[in-house]
């Protein structure tokens, strides 16, 4: 079945210092998606990108739809402690709209 | 707007034990979802509902997973009998009717299950 890779699986930083997350797949996909989810929360979408090639910036996130429909990235600049959690990426078949996810990448700021 | 509700937030049973899960989607979303969420590990969809039907339920373990959305709101997942590798999270997503196509979900806090 369809997969997605995403890396790395955590990051350890430190206050104020940028965070870069990616994902990437064997297979095309028609919309992806960034999710972050909190310690006993569900996900919270924070950026969806719908064409290929497109960079779109959420406050202090970017994030950037691969021109190949097969990878997306997510920049965060200057990291604060509540961006502390797991931020996934989806991938959207077009075939039937299902939602593949990634992993997870665990972002832990060190005090 | 309240946001999407599940209970309960947390369940100890013992294995061959049934139990419930209940789902009151955000008001006017007419897609649900169903996802498990294993440790360490992103959703995994079980069943969406286009209003009371189910439209993709080909993850659904179906000799032991049931599921309803009897009236095109609340939703049911029911797992009888629970084996120790349902441990898990269940939760619960709703969309309006265009986000099934652009994937944006709106989840629940989530139930998380424990099997004895």
């Known amino acids: 079945g369809q997969q997605l890779n995403q890396s790395p699986q955590s990051m350890f930083i430190q206050e104020g210092e940028d965070v870069s997350m990616n994902c990437t797949s064997s297979?095309?996909?028609?919309?992806w998606l960034w999710y972050k989810q909190d310690p006993g929360e569900g996900p919270v979408l924070l950026i969806a990108?719908?064409?290929a090639g497109e960079l779109t910036s959420n406050g202090r996130l970017t994030a950037q739809f691969g021109i190949t429909r097969k990878d997306s990235f997510l920049n965060i600049s200057a990291s604060i402690p509540s961006d502390v959690g797991i931020y996934f990426c989806?991938?959207?078949?077009?075939?039937?709209?299902?939602?593949?996810w990634g992993a997870g990448t665990k972002l832990i700021i060190k005090p | 707007e309240a946001g999407v509700v599940q209970s309960p937030r947390y369940k100890i049973i013992e294995k061959k034990q049934p139990v419930a899960f209940w789902c009151n989607p955000i008001?006017?979303?007419?897609?649900l979802y169903w996802y498990l969420q294993n440790l360490g590990q992103g959703p995994e969809l079980l069943i969406r509902?286009?209003?009371?039907?189910?439209?993709?339920d080909s993850q659904l373990p179906k000799d032991r997973f049931s599921a309803e959305r009897l009236k095109g709101v609340d939703s049911t997942l029911k797992i009888q009998p629970a084996e120790l590798g349902d441990s898990a999270v269940y939760l619960c997503a709703s969309s309006p009717s265009w986000g099934s196509n652009t994937g944006e979900l709106f989840f629940g806090e989530g139930s998380r299950l424990t099997v004895l």
């Open positions: 989806a991938g959207q078949l077009r075939s039937n709209y299902q939602l593949i």
């Open positions: 509902y286009e209003n009371e039907e189910a439209v993709d």
């Open positions: 297979s095309i996909f028609n919309t």
């Open positions: 008001s006017g979303h007419n897609t």
């Open positions: 990108l719908y064409k």
